[in-house]
């Protein structure tokens, strides 16, 4: 079996290599052939594309250059939930086992197998959570007055700047400059200026 080694330690004062040392000699008993090694020094809670080794493992994963990646312990993949839950969902979906040294885990396994069928929920769950926070937010919003939706017109007092520079004959930008707003609300004021006087009509 193709496998890859992936180690991480969070700090500079600490060492990967008592890490590689045991998963080698793991590799040699169980006869695994050691495609490659991912060692890095970052924290744990950074997602995938703030670690690099993890980011460069992930894309080998998509390439199928192995078939399980071999770590001393799960939280060496991240110590945030969220991150780990995140990993261990590509793992999964790429179809690439995992074993934990330190957990003892082989998803290869039915155990093994359960543990992603967990992670799988975890993620859902996480998903849920965030929609039901977001949901929470913008009632909390709502109730302290704040307007969703498309943005109401410009007021009556800066449409009419706009209207008096615009029969001026500057260009946007020199009123958008003169006003201090965007050219682009130059353009919606000019425009709905155009709307008011086709209703008038």
Do not use: P
Request: proline share 0%; with cysteine.
């Amino acid at each position: 079996m193709r496998v890859a080694i992936y180690t991480r330690v969070s700090t500079a004062q600490q060492t990967t290599q008592n890490q590689l040392i045991e998963l080698r000699e793991l590799a040699q008993r169980a006869g695994w052939t050691i495609v490659d090694e991912y060692s890095e020094v970052v924290s744990g809670t950074k997602g995938a594309s703030d670690r690099s080794e993890l980011a460069r493992m992930l894309l080998d994963a998509s390439r199928k250059r192995f078939d399980k990646i071999v770590v001393w312990s799960v939280d060496r993949l991240g110590r945030d939930m969220t991150n780990l839950v995140y990993v261990l969902n590509e793992l999964n979906e790429l179809g690439i086992h995992l074993f934990s040294y330190k957990q003892g885990l082989d998803t290869e396994t039915a155990m093994g197998k359960t543990f992603f069928y967990m992670t799988g929920i975890f993620a859902e769950l996480e998903n849920n959570m965030r929609k039901e926070r977001q949901q929470i937010g913008i009632k909390r919003a709502i109730a302290d007055g704040a307007k969703f939706g498309r943005k109401s017109k410009l007021d009556q007092r800066m449409m009419y700047k706009i209207r008096s520079l615009r029969d001026q004959k500057l260009s946007m930008r020199k009123i958008a400059s003169q006003l201090n707003i965007s050219v682009a609300t130059v353009h919606k004021g000019c425009s709905e200026m155009s709307v008011e006087k086709t209703d008038v009509a």
